[in-house]
């Protein structure tokens, strides 16, 4: 079946260093990829849409010069927290939709990023 | 936009008894109903699906129905496993390339 991978699962950070996070398709294509954000005990939000070769798309109150998005090929989305700080510690899942013509396609979750700024 | 309410927050059940987590959404646009299972520290993953074409769909111990009239899904566990023990997400989607609307999880605990 399909899978997603993200690295790394987990990452300690310091305040006002920039962390990168990986996620990547790894027996089909994703076209489409997308960004959540989980706090404790708490559902999934939506942070970004990330599409291949175009900027990404981001939520209403997500900033976009915080979290970066760059989705440079079929398989890969990566994550840039910059200039983190204690309250971007979190837990960061990416997830995957296969290419066109499987638009349709469920969506397929890495593991998660749990992300801890010191 | 989507909303997505979902019951019970924590449901505990006798090893081999059922479990259902009922959820409804607003949009009617929305098509695309997905089930997610997530275990502690883990992405979640998809235990079954369902489409607005159908009104219900069935896994071996696991099924969902949909009400598109009254616009709510249930997620139905028979004999229920210790390993069954998670938090499950329903979710809802127009489908396409559209993202999924999350509802807020029910953790289930499975007493052996």
């Known amino acids: 079946g399909a899978v997603v991978s993200q690295h790394p699962s987990r990452v300690i950070c310091k305040s006002g260093t920039s962390v990168k996070i990986e996620c990547r398709s790894l027996?089909?294509?994703?076209?489409?990829m997308f960004w959540y954000r989980q706090f404790p005990k708490q559902s999934l939000m939506l942070m970004a849409t990330?599409?291949?070769?175009?900027?990404?798309?981001?939520e209403q109150g997500v900033e976009k010069d915080k979290f970066l998005i760059n989705h440079a090929s079929l398989t890969l989305s990566t994550l840039t927290v910059t200039s983190a700080h204690p309250e971007d510690s979190s837990f960061y899942i990416c997830?995957?939709?296969?290419?066109?013509?499987?638009?349709?396609?469920?969506?397929?979750f890495g593991n998660g990023t749990r992300l801890t700024v010191t | 936009g989507e909303n997505v309410e979902q019951h019970p927050s924590t449901l505990s059940v006798q090893e081999g008894d059922s479990a259902v987590i009922k959820c409804t959404y607003s949009?009617?646009?929305?098509?695309?109903f997905p089930w997610y299972k997530q275990e502690l520290g883990k992405g979640p993953q998809l235990i079954i699906d369902?489409?607005?074409?159908?009104g219900e769909k069935k896994d071996q111990r696991i099924a969902v129905t949909l009400n598109k009239t009254a616009k709510h899904f249930s997620l139905h566990i028979t004999e229920t496993q210790p390993e069954d023990s998670a938090v499950y997400f329903c979710?809802?989607?127009?489908?396409?390339?559209?993202?999924?609307?999350f509802g807020t999880g029910t953790r289930l605990t499975v007493i052996p």
């Open positions: 369902i489409r607005s074409n159908v």
């Open positions: 949009d009617s646009a929305s098509n695309y």
């Open positions: 997830s995957a939709r296969g290419v066109a013509g499987a638009a349709n396609s469920p969506l397929h």
């Open positions: 979710a809802a989607s127009k489908g396409g390339a559209n993202n999924l609307f």
């Open positions: 027996d089909f294509q994703a076209t489409t």
């Open positions: 990330s599409n291949e070769g175009s900027k990404a798309t981001y």
